[in-house]
């Protein structure tokens, strides 16, 4: 028989084999992930009808080459284009990943781990990260408890929706500050009232509440206190702060208060107070409040009462406590002996002082214990003895303006305590740091507020949270944010690299195991990142197929294939004639 009978027989088999190729690698040309393969020709072996001879020095010829005829063509090799980069498909889901670098993912079927480039995730029913289209395991490594940091270990399944993770424990708010300017001639921090500043924290079950700071300013403009008027819960009850002390505990500090009249806007006129407007209007008799004794008149009718109780608020605005009418009457003053007309040694309040105007004994007042000079002081401006409040003093400096401590003018300390764990085991005293603090002139605006936490947002507490979402980094590391404002490390998708990819093994399903040419895996894993690799999510690599080359490649194929098919047409037709010569 002739020889190239079989040669084109084993070249229509080795083209069907290229074809067969071919057709798998256009079959995927839309599968995530797919590597193309390509399929290289190998001659099959050859007869020799004569060996090779050298050259003959005596006879001086030369040497003649082997004479061989070619039995044919096999599959030499069928190799994956496994280190081309397939190109990047949009797909917006948070768990479709792709991997930018020669790395795998590693995933498990529960026992046995495979390999592959397809990163369409998804969390299944028991809160694993797993293979859309087999559910097969994504592996990666743990959260150590006691560091918080990834353990790069023998890689595991990646729960990262168990029950732990879905929330995200509360805590007590530890610490605080308060930031922003004092404007000394701010109407609310020379009132009485004071400016209030809100603090709001939580306790260790992550109950929210505000605490009610009040800022008032002393005799000194450079000094003010601060105290804890109030705590209310998130339904708007107020605790009892009974136990509760801005401080040292136990600790109360004295200010003097200086009583004066707005006199660009009023005017005593006898026992009338007046507006300076013109014409000038009544705002307030001191006949109407007190009798001629000087004593506060009672009233018989609720009318009566609340017509009094009016009278003695516009007063009281007049002198800047508008809405303090009970502590501006019980501010009290030290008159010594033979200082007034009819005044005895004794504490008075501002209620027998006016009273005492009402009823014609205006007091004069020497220089005595409150830094009063000497002469006369009308009912415009007094000063009352020192209040005595709970809470603290913060100083500034009076030249240029900043914060310079709390307690003593010489003193550097920049925070207190609010102590409220006299309110039950649940909460955490605070520190709070007056440092950020600053007076300065700011067209009688005080803009001071109170925010939870450090400078650095430590110790600023939290309430329960709830998991809002789950974010994956370039490295693989996975992170679940919550609604209280935590993020929360889950987890690290590992990645498999071997020295020889292409000596992978298919396994399906766009799997791939390992083999004795591509190298073992160790069961840990490399960071994708430590070889400059990276992740990317929301985006899958698509294909790598090149449909132009593999149509180039099947016109090749299919010319081949006919080439082949007319050698044994060829040989047939050669044997029949010499069959024909026995005719």
């Not at 190729?21 to 079959?27: C, F, K, R």
């Not at 310079?404 to 925070?415: C, E, F, N, R, Y």
């Not at 009688?444 to 979402?469: F, H, I, P, Q």
Request: aromatic share 8%.
């Amino acid at each position: 028989m002739m020889r190239s009978l079989f040669s084109g027989v084993s070249g229509l088999k080795t083209h069907q084999t290229r074809m067969d190729v071919i057709g798998n690698n256009i079959a995927n040309v839309n599968t995530t992930a797919y590597k193309s393969s390509s399929m290289v020709f190998s001659e099959l072996m050859s007869q020799t009808t004569q060996s090779a001879s050298g050259p003959n020095a005596t006879t001086g010829t030369g040497g003649t080459n082997a004479r061989q005829i070619g039995l044919g063509v096999k599959t030499g090799a069928i190799n994956t284009n496994i280190s081309t980069q397939g190109a990047a498909q949009s797909t917006g889901n948070p768990f479709d990943i792709m991997i930018n670098g020669d790395s795998f993912f590693v995933v498990s079927n529960g026992s046995e781990n495979f390999f592959t480039r397809d990163g369409s995730f998804y969390v299944d029913g028991a809160g694993n990260l797993a293979m859309t289209s087999t559910g097969f395991n994504v592996m990666g490594w743990q959260v150590d408890e006691e560091t918080m940091a990834i353990k790069q270990d023998t890689v595991s399944a990646l729960r990262i929706m168990n029950a732990a993770n879905m929330t995200y424990p509360p805590e007590a708010t530890s610490k605080a500050y308060v930031s922003g300017i004092i404007d000394m001639n701010n109407t609310d921090v020379t009132s009485t009232s004071g400016k209030a500043v809100n603090l709001n924290f939580y306790d260790a079950l992550g109950y929210s509440y505000t605490a009610r700071l009040v800022f008032r300013q002393s005799t000194e403009t450079n000094r003010y206190s601060v105290e804890v008027e109030r705590i209310l819960d998130s339904t708007g009850e107020e605790l009892d702060i009974s136990g509760v002390y801005l401080g040292n505990e136990g600790a109360t500090q004295e200010t003097e208060r200086a009583v004066a009249l707005d006199t660009s806007t009023y005017e005593w006129n006898g026992t009338k107070l007046m507006t300076r407007s013109t014409p000038q209007t009544e705002v307030v008799n001191l006949e109407t409040i007190f009798d001629t004794s000087g004593n506060v008149i009672q009233g018989t009718t609720d009318e009566e009462k609340a017509a009094i109780a009016e009278e003695m608020d516009k007063l009281a605005k007049a002198y800047g406590y508008e809405g303090s009418v009970e502590e501006f009457f019980g501010l009290k003053k030290n008159i010594i002996a033979g200082q007034g007309d009819t005044f005895n040694t004794g504490e008075f309040s501002v209620s027998q002082l006016f009273g005492n105007f009402r009823s014609g004994n205006k007091p004069s007042f020497a220089e005595g214990d409150f830094g009063i000079n000497a002469g006369d002081e009308d009912i415009n401006s007094f000063t009352t003895d020192s209040r005595t409040f709970d809470g603290i003093i913060i100083n500034f400096d009076a030249a240029n303006g900043p914060f310079s401590g709390i307690g003593d003018l010489d003193s550097t300390v920049t925070s207190a305590k609010l102590n409220l764990s006299a309110l039950g085991g649940n909460f955490s005293d605070i520190e709070i740091d007056f440092s950020e603090c600053s007076m300065y002139d700011n067209s009688g605006a005080c803009t001071v507020a109170a925010t939870s936490g450090d400078l650095n947002g430590l110790g600023m507490g939290r309430k329960l949270g709830e998991m809002s979402g789950v974010a994956i980094q370039q490295n693989g590391m996975i992170y679940a944010s919550y609604d209280n404002g935590m993020t929360k490390l889950l987890g690290q998708i590992a990645v498999a690299e071997f020295a020889n990819a292409s000596g992978l093994e298919k396994a399906g399903d766009n799997l791939y195991s390992a083999s004795l040419n591509s190298g073992e895996f160790d069961g840990i894993g490399v960071d994708i990142t430590a070889n400059g690799g990276k992740m990317t999510t929301g985006q899958l690599e698509m294909s790598n197929v090149d449909l132009s080359a593999e149509f180039t490649e099947m016109i090749t194929t299919q010319r081949g294939f006919q080439a082949n098919s007319r050698i044994i047409t060829v040989s047939d037709t050669l044997l029949e004639e010499l069959t024909n010569l026995k005719r």
